[in-house]
């Protein structure tokens, strides 16, 4: 005899939002490919421009590790669009400054991660691109805010910027 499959009672949440993401993923990789930027590049420009910043908070926030951040501000250091300096508020840190070069390359690369958003969103009657944003959102900061501890703990997301 064969065994039958269990009946799926929900709709697959976590299917969804996996290769929506995905796609979304691959087409910001694409665009920002075309500028010489990876997201992790756009990520830490858009960042160490809001505010003055260490590598080690930069990195938290792109939810990098030591080893990939030093990788990335080497690469944007490379490419003339940031550069490692003393903190002006605590000289023992170190902080990434964005170059004329880096402000510059972070504001295409931003029209570029809004437009694939925008393709995204746009892509859905008005009604339901709305509902959509405000049930993301709360999902995000409510009900699924915080990640569940367990013994084999599933990669950690990106954090939104605060």
Excluded: W
């Amino acid at each position: 005899m064969t065994a039958m499959a269990p009946t799926r009672t929900e709709s697959d949440l976590s299917f969804l939002l996996d290769h929506t993401s995905h796609v979304l993923r691959t087409r910001m990789a694409a665009g920002l490919g075309e500028i010489g930027l990876t997201a992790r590049m756009h990520c830490v420009l858009v960042h160490a421009l809001e505010q003055e910043r260490t590598q080690i908070q930069l990195a938290e926030l792109g939810d990098m590790d030591k080893t990939t951040m030093v990788a990335t501000v080497d690469a944007l250091e490379k490419a003339g669009y940031a550069e490692r300096r003393p903190s002006s508020t605590d000289r023992r840190a170190r902080i990434i400054a964005v170059t004329a070069a880096g402000t510059e390359i972070a504001e295409r690369s931003q029209e570029i991660v809004d437009g694939v958003h925008r393709d995204a969103l746009d892509s859905l009657p008005d009604d339901e691109r709305e509902v959509l944003v405000r049930a993301l959102n709360r999902l995000a900061t409510e009900h699924l805010a915080v990640p569940a501890e367990g013994p084999h703990a599933a990669r950690r997301a990106r954090e939104r910027a605060k």
